[in-house]
């Protein structure tokens, strides 16, 4: 797909908040088009580009990746399909298709310089880098979480829309949870005395 048909409005876009806002999201980094990767805000963050699709909490931090997902999750479909026995992810793009058939060969050319650790996926190898430096360069714009990897942050997002579902509750304090084991974590760490009793 070229720039100008990334760029256009979706035909059913009944599920889009409004393609303005897309158009807006989209525009405002025309300008660095040439700038494939994360974009670096003024303040050292990297910047968000969240789908304005409604239901959807993705975030990414490539424009690229966004238009992808927006383009290829939102207006099209999943066609390609791993043949691998057992497998059978589909994905929108045969280059996806083709990085993802790297987890079944096992082959792992990326290995961290500090410790060691071998990495099937060079991006893999820099989020890892990050358990190094302590660098943290994902932030929720909602209430400054920060983190190291867009998959902690997608799932941090989803606390932030009505369809979080917190059915799990600490029974000393009250306090609510996504999860059981976050409450089972909770209790041992706040209530370690009236668990003993």
């Not at 494939?36 to 239901?55: S, T």
């Not at 490539?62 to 066609?79: C, D, E, M, P, Y």
Request: proline share 4%.
């Amino acid at each position: 797909l070229s720039d100008k048909q990334l760029l256009q409005p979706a035909e059913d876009s009944l599920d889009l908040i409004g393609d303005r806002e897309l158009q807006r999201s989209l525009s405002s980094v025309r300008s660095k088009r040439n700038r494939r990767g994360p974009v670096i805000e003024a303040d050292g963050m990297l910047k968000m580009f969240h789908c304005p699709y409604e239901g959807c909490s993705q975030v990414y931090v490539a424009i690229s990746s966004f238009q992808n997902h927006v383009n290829l999750v939102h207006r099209k479909g999943r066609t390609k399909v791993c043949p691998h026995p057992g497998c059978g992810k589909k994905f929108y793009l045969s280059n996806h298709l083709h990085r993802h058939m790297i987890i079944h060969s096992g082959v792992r050319d990326f290995i961290c310089e500090t410790c060691g650790k071998s990495f099937k996926r060079k991006n893999h190898l820099e989020v890892h880098r990050r358990t190094h430096t302590g660098e943290t360069p994902l932030q929720c714009e909602i209430c400054g979480y920060q983190c190291r990897q867009r998959a902690s942050l997608n799932w941090h997002m989803k606390k932030h829309t009505s369809e979080a579902h917190y059915n799990f509750t600490c029974e000393f304090c009250e306090k609510r949870f996504e999860k059981l084991d976050s409450v089972k974590f909770h209790k041992l760490k706040s209530h370690p005395d009236k668990l003993a009793t």
